[in-house]
């Protein structure tokens, strides 16, 4: 059974830094593009970063240059290193592993920038 299992989230100052990380379990990730997805409260749900299986990453306009993606493939493993963090940041951050043709995604974890 595939299980994704966010870590990391919490209340942070604007302007500091937090890394989350997510844990996949149940089967072969490495070909598959990892990523991170937030869903704000009242929004959609919107791409964070991603990440392939070759390492080549995109991010979201709003945080590039903030936060960076990376990837642990022996570990089964995927970061999220954000920094000078925003009250806008604030969201649930969803882990995602996938590919054309499957998708899963970890339940989320909270982070709140208070303005």
């Known amino acids: 059974q595939v299980q994704l299992v966010e870590s990391g989230g919490g209340l942070v100052q604007a302007g500091g830094s937090r890394r989350l990380a997510c844990t996949a379990s149940?089967?072969?990730?490495?070909?598959?593009?990892m990523g991170w997805y937030r869903q704000a409260q009242g929004k959609q749900r919107e791409m964070v970063a991603t990440?392939?299986?070759?390492?080549?990453?995109d991010y979201a306009e709003p945080v590039k240059g903030r936060f960076t993606i990376s990837r642990d493939n022996g570990k089964n493993m995927v970061y999220l290193q954000m920094s000078s963090l925003k009250p806008e940041d604030t969201a649930v951050y969803l882990c995602?592993?996938?590919?054309?043709?499957?998708?899963?995604w970890g339940q989320g974890i909270e982070v709140i920038v208070p303005s």
């Open positions: 995602y592993i996938g590919s054309s043709r499957i998708s899963y």
């Open positions: 149940g089967s072969d990730f490495s070909i598959m593009t």
């Open positions: 990440i392939t299986s070759r390492g080549v990453t």
